[in-house]
């Protein structure tokens, strides 16, 4: 017969808890643990990149000449969102701070002459008035080196429009938000209590945990014939045959995630990242010793040296511009496939496009 055991009092879960007994200092020295270690908990819609060293850039001959030296960078542990900040999201933002975005505000000529050469005249009135660049599909090919025959300044164009009058973002709410300017993003940042991406955090989340690989899914472009990513398919900018099922953006996370379970990493809208960029970005970098830990990037334009093959060459030389990451549903393989990792460009951060977005970032620890 086996002994009969105690009746369990069901009503109280320490009840349940076998009583151990322990050395007098094990209790004050686990206190001792939880407080110094003490975890941020992952915020909702984020996930914890885990932080390592890996490669940054790509001495790959089919990369841009902005990319090299591949050089090692060590990054510290970060949350970073699993989507795009969406049109809903940022709705929100707009509602509960009445926060008005470049786009809808007519340009500050004062500030604007200093972006462009000395003895620059004033632009027409229609130009300063409020706006933004929007992509439009050309009749037929064109010259692939004259971005003006597919982005035209729009007038109306913003996040609500972001293809000009008349265009909406009803029924887009998941759509990844876009015709939002680096500022504007660094904004919702803030009252998110979030902040962007660096540029290496940005290069190691897309990794996905791979070293290597040249896409956020693997080497593959298309594997089995799959599309992993909201591209240009068809000829670029003349003919969108939707192929991967979308023509402009797409809702968040219709494509598979990467291995940190981000999604759109590649494609469907360009991030911002919180860098100025510059094309010589690396080779500067790894001119000093060592392995770079956390860098922000350059602390200013000027004295950029120009790269031939530089993919964002400066309108004007010095001016600033912000590092935007991943590509977008414009990037075709056979003109940039700048969903690569790897691939980088530079955006003014007081315009916005219908192609660029951005997702937020939060430290992991209390504080850098
Ligand atoms: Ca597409
Ligand atoms: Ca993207």
Not at 340 to 350: L, Q, V
């Amino acid at each position: 017969m086996p002994a009969r055991l105690p009746p369990v009092d069901t009503n109280h879960r320490h009840a349940m808890l076998p009583v151990v007994k322990c050395h007098p200092l094990i209790l004050p020295l686990a206190c001792f643990l939880l407080v110094a270690c003490k975890l941020t908990p992952t915020p909702s819609g984020m996930v914890l990149i885990p932080g390592g060293e890996f490669t940054m850039g790509s001495d790959a001959p089919d990369t841009y000449p902005n990319e090299r030296p591949a050089h090692r960078v060590k990054v510290a542990p970060f949350f970073m969102d699993t989507h795009d900040v969406t049109n809903a999201d940022f709705a929100k933002f707009v509602k509960a701070t009445g926060y008005v975005t470049i786009a809808e505000r007519p340009v500050d000529w004062e500030e604007m002459k200093t972006q462009v050469p000395p003895g620059t005249p004033k632009p027409p009135a229609d130009v300063l008035a409020p706006g933004s660049l929007v992509f439009r599909q050309t009749k037929g090919p064109v010259d692939l080196r004259d971005m003006s025959a597919w982005w035209h300044w729009t007038n109306g164009a913003s996040w609500l429009h972001p293809d000009g009058p008349g265009s909406t973002i009803a029924g887009k709410e998941n759509h990844p938000v876009v015709q939002i300017a680096w500022k504007d993003a660094k904004a919702y940042a803030v009252w998110a209590g979030k902040r962007l991406p660096t540029e290496a955090e940005w290069e190691f989340a897309a990794a996905g945990g791979k070293s290597g690989n040249r896409y956020p899914w693997g080497n593959e472009e298309r594997p089995a014939g799959k599309f992993m990513l909201n591209r240009w398919t068809g000829h670029f900018p003349d003919l969108n045959d939707e192929l991967d099922r979308f023509a402009g953006t797409s809702p968040v996370g219709s494509f598979p995630a990467n291995g940190y379970g981000l999604y759109d990493m590649g494609g469907n809208v360009w991030n911002w990242c919180s860098d100025i960029y510059r094309a010589d970005t690396f080779a500067e970098r790894t001119t000093s010793q060592g392995v770079c830990c956390d860098p922000s990037g350059p602390k200013s334009p000027l004295g950029e040296k120009m790269m031939p093959g530089d993919p964002s060459p400066p309108d004007v030389p010095g001016i600033e511009r912000r590092v935007i990451k991943g590509g977008s549903f414009l990037c075709h393989p056979d003109y940039c496939e700048s969903y690569r990792i790897t691939a980088r460009r530079g955006s003014p951060p007081d315009t916005g496009t219908s192609h660029v977005g951005f997702r937020c970032a939060k430290d992991a620890a209390p504080a850098k």
